[in-house]
């Protein structure tokens, strides 16, 4: 069933490919089983992150750097990890994607991850969804995040390129400068720079924060007006330089590795907990450990490998 | 060896309980023997945590919290997390704690944790320290800590008592009282209650804080001036009436037991993953593994799966 599924998504059904994003966030045998026969052919996608405060305009930007990647024939995947995004409002999302000339497009597909319903955390969940959109074919796959909280610097880490955007007159621009917020960015954008005080906030970006990297990148200030489209084709070629910019300095491979290790000790983590967990369920072993750890008839890690133990004969049986 | 350690430390030896405070910092498998014979002896201590910004006068409390104990006959363990504190400042602290009359005294014992060089992370080192210094017949351990960071939050959910100390004019008491910092506090202190202001804000505390507790206890607010020792014998009849309370209430048996379940998941993620690891060091199985899923040769999960059965396998021959 899953493997007609996936071939289903594939061959580009998008029904198909909602219910495999709804299994991998559900979690459980299902999701591994989508992920086992997926994540071999993920891989190719250029993930991007976007972050930025409530109030930058962020949602606007990406609805129009949609449009432009897909004149170009680019397929795109929208990832909103923002509760706060439109693109999480369910009923209204509907209106608002068809007034900005999306839906009718099978060429980009957006998924929500606001109901932070997802089992085992929001951050591997998101990894996930990310990986099924780039085996499905997504060419460019755009994670949207507040930029706030531990779970969406963990998402952040999975981007390849990150863009922070900012808007002038926030009126705490220096605040964020000095909160080190723009130096995670690979490519800065100031949003409504039609806005007086743009050009400031550009150079003051430009004065205090670190934009030539220790890799050799050369982080750009670009300026867009998103809701009318300015400055967006520009955000496109950066993002295109910043991704050959990865390839050429091998930067590409060494956070391949990096993402490769950080997924292996999760998918550990998660493994080795589920194993002692389901034996435990199986029997009043936890509460008997718990009972003879607060009792002090034990020490913790005794405890522990004695439940261990237990569980790996059990398995074994 | 650690069972001569043990035995001496049991006697009353301050080196010998010095030597097995460093083994337990240390980790490894002298930890766990020291746990294995230290830890059923464990649970009769009473454990205060003293929390407070720096500039309290903390410290000098603690000075006089356990001389005030001392004079009770009560033997006293001091573990200081904060490493602004003056017990953590090595040369200085010898002078400092003569100075204070207390270093000829057998029955206080100092530990400081500033080092944080602990394997395994700060708090499960500062939870075995505590349980040493219980095991050998501390009846108070009073642990310091400054109050912020993920690691105190968890030091602090080992104590049974929490003493959130404050001073006048620190200018943002408001501020600390919206942020909930008094919350977790069982006794409230206004130290240097000589200085103006002190009365206002006892009163500000008595007002915007939620003095009354779930479970029936009523956390008082007193006044002290560490330096000359007054109101610290308040202190020490109202850490003694909180005892009192979590006793009579079955409190502290809850306490235990949550305190053994939060122990227990600690040393089985512990246990795994070190079983892991050193499965993973012994071959390339890790580098291996790495490399396959940053290839996309197979998904994280399954790539896991196969590490944990070698890691298992390994074991059982």
Redesign the interface.
């Given at each position: 069933m899953t493997e007609n599924l996936v071939a289903e998504a594939l061959r580009g059904d998008r029904r198909a490919l909602a219910r495999l994003l709804s299994l991998v966030e559900n979690g459980g045998l299902a999701a591994?089983e989508v992920?086992?026969l997926?994540?071999?052919?993920?891989?190719r996608a250029h993930v991007v992150g976007i972050t930025g405060a409530a109030g930058s305009g962020k949602s606007t930007l990406i609805f129009s750097l949609a449009r432009a990647l897909r004149s170009q024939g680019l397929k795109v995947g929208i990832v909103a990890v923002d509760p706060t995004s439109p693109f999480s409002k369910g009923a209204l999302l509907g209106d608002r994607i068809r007034m900005q000339g999306l839906t009718s497009d099978a060429g980009v597909f957006i998924r929500s991850m606001a109901s932070r319903g997802a089992i085992g955390g929001l951050a591997p969940a998101t990894m996930d969804v990310i990986t099924v959109m780039d085996a499905v074919g997504k060419d460019v796959i755009i994670v949207e995040t507040v930029g706030a909280g531990q779970d969406e610097v963990e998402v952040m880490d999975a981007a390849h390129t990150v863009v922070v955007v900012t808007v002038p007159g926030a009126g705490d621009e220096i605040q964020a400068i000095k909160a080190g917020i723009f130096e995670i960015a690979h490519i800065l954008v100031v949003n409504k720079a039609d806005l007086p005080r743009a050009d400031i906030l550009a150079r003051q970006l430009a004065e205090f924060v670190n934009l030539d990297k220790p890799d050799g990148w050369h982080v750009p200030v670009l300026q867009t007006v998103a809701i009318r489209d300015d400055g967006v084709d520009e955000l496109v070629a950066a993002l295109q330089s910043h991704r050959e910019h990865l390839l050429q300095s091998g930067q590409l491979?060494k956070l391949?590795?990096g993402?490769?290790?950080h997924?292996?000790m999760?998918?550990?983590?998660?493994?080795?907990?589920d194993?002692?967990y389901q034996a435990c369920q199986e029997t009043d072993a936890w509460e008997e450990?718990?009972?003879t750890?607060?009792e002090?008839?034990?020490?913790?890690?005794?405890?522990?490998?004695g439940?261990?133990a237990r569980a790996?004969s059990l398995k074994a049986v």
């Open positions: 591994q992920m086992r997926l994540y071999p052919r993920s891989g491979d391949r590795q993402q490769a290790q997924r292996l999760a998918a550990l983590k998660e493994q080795l907990w194993m002692v450990a718990v009972r750890i607060a002090r008839r034990a020490d913790p890690i005794t405890v522990a490998k439940l261990i790996l």
